[in-house]
């Protein structure tokens, strides 16, 4: 599997970090991080291919270059605006462009709270394209105990609706 994450905004990077530390080798990962986001020097996983926000001339940047899956956690509400009105002026916002035109999956973790209408609207229109909206939500019947369970929860069900498997929370029985 070829998938691309995005990490966007400055606030839920380590939710975005944490989603690529638990996915299995045999992934093959494209990450893009925005200017805001992180410095990329402490990745050791080497399934991890690095681009740059600004080049929009990437491989990842064609529909013909072949990935599975895209998704970007957190997603700032900029790039989740901009992924609605099409904007694609960055690496980040083509690639959800090219998940959109090549009807991929797409996965969006949007973390701002509360949403405004206009972040709503956002949202509707694109899951009304197909795409995931999935902000990271606790899910109380997972009995999580820390943080950690939290996030492993989180992070499991954004692998679950990606189609990649896992044991990260204790299943509904």
Known sequence: MKLVIAITGASGVELGIKFI????????????????ALTVSHFEK??????????????????????DATAIIPCSMNSLAKIACGIADNLVTRVASVALKEQKKLLLAPRELPFSAIALENMEKLAKLNVIIAPPVMGYYSKSQTMEDMERFIIGKWYDVLGIENNLYERWK
């Open 21 to 36: 530390e638990h996915l299995p080798q045999d992934i093959e990962v494209h990450l893009i991080t925005s200017n805001n």
């Open 46 to 67: 080497s399934n991890i291919i690095f681009h740059d926000n600004s080049n929009i001339a990437s491989s990842i940047a064609s529909g013909s270059f072949r990935v």
